[in-house]
């Protein structure tokens, strides 16, 4: 059971990182998403930049260890996305790519937003003297 709970956490933690790169565009739809996006975006960005554990890397070095497994080596990314999925030396143009597609997510919501906003404002009509 350990080794399937441990599958559904790296599942679960592959869709955040999808949410994580990707949710942006959700609120272009849902516009109050945005507030879940921002928080997992700076829980993300808090956990590459500083030494927080993250909770599902936790979770699933714990499920691994139920098993007789040790912790996933250097972590969640470096076992299954470094030189996996991206090339190490692609990270830095993957990270300028991720960090730009964030962006792109982010003004897509507020114009978005603004333009919700703009259609919800009754307009008044100036009457002539």
Do not use: K
């Not at 993300?44 to 993250?54: H, I, Q, R, T, Y």
């Not at 499920?63 to 090339?87: A, C, K, S, T």
């Not at 507020?110 to 333009?115: A, K, L, M, N, P």
């Amino acid at each position: 059971m350990a080794g399937f709970l441990a599958g559904v956490t790296a599942a679960v933690h592959f869709a955040a990182l999808l949410y994580i790169g990707l949710g942006g565009f959700l609120a272009w739809r849902w516009p109050r998403s945005i507030f879940v996006h921002v928080f997992f975006a700076a829980w993300g960005f808090l956990v590459l930049a500083l030494p927080l554990p993250c909770p599902l890397t936790v979770a699933e070095d714990h499920l691994r260890g139920l098993q007789g497994l040790g912790p996933l080596p250097g972590g969640f990314n470096e076992y299954y996305i470094y030189d996996v999925i991206v090339p190490r030396e692609l990270l830095p143009v993957a990270g300028v790519v991720a960090v730009g597609v964030l962006a792109v997510s982010y003004v897509g919501a507020y114009q978005r937003w603004r333009s919700r906003q703009d259609q919800d404002v009754p307009r008044r009509r100036v009457r002539a003297c």
